[in-house]
C-alpha cells in the first residue's frame, strides 16, 4: 500500500516562496508518476504540477498554466520522494495542496488516474 507524507508549505508573502516535499513509502515501481494538485475553499482539486520518472529519469513533466515559470516539480528517486518548489506566489495560490501518485491511465494532469493522495498540507499567500 502507497501512503504518502507530505510536509513544508506554511504562509507567505506575495512574491515569497514555499516549498513542500512528500515521501512515498510502499511505492516500489521503478515507472513513477507522481504529482502535486491543490484545492482551494469551494473549489475543485485541480493538478498542479506532474512528474513521471523511469528509473530516476524524468520522461514527464507539466505544470498548470497558472504556475508555468513559477514552479518546479522534481522527485529523488533514491528518497522517494517528490518535490514543489513554489517561487513568485501570489494570494491565488492559496489552497490545500496534495501529494500524489498515480494508479491508472497514463501520467497526466487528469485527477481521476491518481489513487493514492496524501493528507494536504496548507499554503496561505498574502498580499
Known amino acids: 500500500q502507497v501512503q504518502l507524507v507530505e510536509s513544508g508549505g506554511g504562509s507567505a508573502q506575495a512574491g515569497g516562496s514555499l516549498s513542500l516535499s512528500c515521501a512515498a513509502s510502499?511505492?516500489?515501481?521503478?515507472?513513477?508518476?507522481m504529482g502535486w494538485f491543490r484545492q482551494p475553499p469551494g473549489k475543485e482539486r485541480e493538478a498542479v504540477a506532474i512528474i513521471g520518472t523511469n528509473w530516476g529519469s524524468t520522461y514527464y513533466a507539466d505544470y498548470a498554466d497558472s504556475v508555468k515559470g513559477r514552479f518546479t516539480i522534481s522527485q529523488d528517486n533514491a528518497k522517494n520522494t517528490v518535490y514543489l518548489q513554489m517561487n513568485s506566489l501570489q494570494p491565488e495560490d492559496s489552497a490545500m495542496y496534495y501529494c500524489?501518485?498515480?494508479?491508472?491511465?497514463?501520467?497526466?494532469?487528469?485527477?481521476?488516474?491518481?489513487?493514492?493522495w496524501g493528507q494536504g498540507t496548507q499554503v496561505t499567500v498574502s498580499s
Open positions: 510502499g511505492y516500489t515501481t521503478s515507472r513513477k508518476c
Open positions: 500524489a501518485v498515480r494508479s491508472t491511465g497514463p501520467c497526466g494532469r487528469n485527477t481521476r488516474n491518481f489513487g493514492y
